[in-house]
C-alpha cells in the first residue's frame, strides 16, 4: 500500500495539469460552488436577487410622468440596477462571508490546495453573475410591465455596473472584515445600505431632501454609481466622460480592499 | 522505512497570546505511518500546537517541519498532502453530504473517488441528505470523509471524538484505525485516556505547555516502577504505592501470619494509563 501511495504521488507531480489550466478549472470549480451555496440558500437568495426587483414592481406602480426631467420608470429602473448593485455586491457579500467566518468554513477552506485569492475572485465573480442576472430581470420586468426606455448604450451601461460590482465588492470585503458577529450582520449591512440607497436617489428623486441629506449623498458612492448609470443610460456616455464620479467610487472600492487586506480575517473571531 | 524522514519534526516551540504563554517549549518526532497522540486537559496547548503544525498559527520561536516544509510558509501545494479536522468547523448546511465531498474534491489535484470516501467513512447512506439533517456523530465523519478527500498522507485529528457517545466513539476509532492501516501518518489531540491508549503508537502528554512525558502508552505505564498495594484493615480500605512491592507484600503477609489473621480483599496493581496520566497532570510541577 504505501509503495503504490508513493507512485501516485510522483505521478501527481508530473501528471497533473499545468499552472494556468489548474488555475481556471480551480476558479470555474469554485465558481460553481458559489453559486450552489447562493441559490440553495432561499432566504438570502430571496433577500439579494428578489428584493430590488420586488422593490422596483412596488415603486413602478405608485410612480408616474417624470422624475427629474426623465419618465419616472426609467429613473426608478436606473435607481433600482444601482441599489441592487450596493444589494448583491456589500450587503450580500457582506453577510455571507461573516457567516462562512464565524462557522468556521473560511478556516476550513484554509487547509484546501484551493489559494486564498482564487476563493475571493471566485466570490466576486459569483456575485457579479448573480448581479447581472437580477439586473437582466429588472430590466425584462421595466420593458414587459411598465414599457420603460431601452438604455442608450448597452455597452456603457453594463461597463458602469462592472466597476459598480468591483467597487460595492471591496466594500463589502472591508465590511466584512469589521462585523464581529455572524447575528448582527445583516443587521449593521443593513443599516449602511439602505439609507445609502435612500439618500442617493435610487428609490427615487432627491431634490427636495433637505439640504444636509443632499450633503451627506454627495459623499456616498452609491450617488456616482448612479450618475454613472444615469449617464450611460439616458445619453449612451461612457465612464470616461465622468472621471470625478469614477474616481470617488474607485476610492470607496479602493478604501474597502485596504481595510480588508488589513482586517480580513479566515478564522472566528471567538479570542 | 527506517532511514525516512520525520513526517513532523518540532524543537522548542514557543506560542504566546499576549500574556498567556499557550506552548512553551514543545519538542517532538512523528514518523511516517505513526499515530501521535498529544494527550492533556483543556487549555494544555494542543490546539495551539497542532494549529501551528496544520499551518494556521505562526509561532513565535523554535523550529516545525511537516512533511519537509515549514508550515507557516507552505504554500497551496504543501496542503495537497495534508488533511484536516479542526476541533469547530460548519460545512455548509444546505449541502448534501454528496455535494460537500465533491466540493471539496474540485480542490485538489487528484483527489479519491467521492463515492468511496463517503463509503469509507460510513455515510453512504446519508449521501443525499444535507448536512443539518446529520447527527453529530455523522457531521464528525463527514469532516473526516472531506480531510480524507484529497488522498493526504497525513491527517491532523483535533478532538476527534468529543462530544460523542460511546458508540459512535467507538466506530470513529475503528475509521482512525483503518487510515492507519491506508499508511497515514496521524496526529490526534484528545483528553481522553482510552482514546490515546486504544489509537496512539506513542503519545505525549503535555499540561501547561509543555511535554511531561513522551512514549509508547507500554513505555508510559512502565516508566513508574510503582505498584499499588491495596487491602482492608479493622474495615477501612489501606492503600499503599511502593516502589518495592516485594519487600512490602513480605512484611505485610509476615505481620498478618503472625497474628494470625487475613490480609482481606488483598490487590496489587499496575498503574494503567490513567494513573500516570492524572499522576502527571495534578501533581508534577510542570517547570
Known sequence: MSSSHVEGRSARGAGSRGGLGRTLALLAHEVRMQQLLFWRNRESAVFVFVFPPLLFLLLGSVYSDTIDGERAVDVLLVGMLGYGCANTALAGLAISLVVRRESGMLKRLRATPLPAWAYLTAVVLSTLVVFLLQMAVTILLGFLLFDADAPLSWVALVLVLLLGVAAFAGMGFGVASLIRSDEGASAVVNLIVLPMAFLSGSFGSTNDYPEVLQRIAEALPLTYLLRLTKEAYFHGDYLSSDLTAVAVLAAWGAGGYVVAAKRFSWQPREK | ?287
Do not use: C
Not at chain 2, 76 to 88: D, K, T
Not at chain 2, 151 to 163: A, K, S
Not at chain 2, 245 to 269: C, D, F, I, W
Open chain 2, 1 to 287: 522505512m527506517t532511514a525516512a524522514a520525520a513526517a513532523i519534526r518540532v524543537r522548542s516551540l514557543h506560542k504566546a497570546y499576549g500574556e498567556h504563554e499557550a506552548v512553551r517549549g514543545i519538542d517532538f518526532d512523528v514518523s511516517p505511518g505513526e499515530v501521535f497522540g498529544l494527550l492533556g486537559p483543556n487549555g494544555a496547548g494542543k490546539t495551539t500546537t497542532v494549529e501551528i503544525l496544520e499551518g494556521y498559527r505562526e509561532r513565535d520561536s523554535g523550529e516545525v517541519e511537516v512533511l519537509g516544509l515549514d508550515p507557516w510558509r507552505a504554500g497551496p501545494a504543501h496542503r495537497e498532502r495534508i488533511g484536516v479536522v479542526l476541533q469547530h468547523s460548519d460545512l455548509p448546511a444546505l449541502l448534501t453530504v454528496r455535494e460537500v465531498h465533491a466540493m471539496f474534491a474540485g480542490y485538489y489535484a487528484q483527489p479519491r473517488d467521492v463515492d468511496e470516501v463517503i463509503e469509507l467513512v460510513g455515510l453512504a447512506d446519508k449521501a443525499g441528505a444535507q448536512v443539518k439533517a446529520l447527527s453529530g456523530g455523522q457531521k464528525r465523519r463527514l469532516d473526516l470523509g472531506v480531510a480524507l478527500i484529497g488522498d493526504p498522507e497525513l491527517v491532523f485529528l483535533d478532538e476527534p471524538t468529543t462530544g460523542f457517545d460511546p458508540s459512535a466513539r467507538r466506530s470513529a476509532w475503528e475509521l482512525v484505525r483503518s487510515l492507519r492501516s491506508l499508511g497515514k501518518t496521524i496526529v490526534l489531540t484528545t483528553h481522553y485516556l482510552d482514546e490515546a491508549q486504544q489509537l496512539a503508537d506513542r503519545v505525549a502528554v503535555i499540561r501547561e505547555g509543555q511535554v511531561l512525558r513522551i512514549g509508547t502508552p507500554g513505555e508510559l505505564i512502565g516508566g513508574t516502577s510503582e505498584v499499588e498495594v491495596r487491602y482492608r484493615k479493622d474495615g477501612h480500605e489501606v492503600v499503599v504505592t511502593t516502589s518495592e512491592p516485594t519487600r512490602l507484600l513480605a512484611e505485610l503477609t509476615t505481620a498478618a501470619l503472625a497474628e494470625g489473621r487475613e490480609l482481606e480483599g488483598l490487590e496489587v496493581r499496575r498503574p494503567t494509563l490513567e494513573d500516570v496520566y492524572l499522576g502527571l497532570v495534578d501533581e508534577e510541577p510542570a517547570e
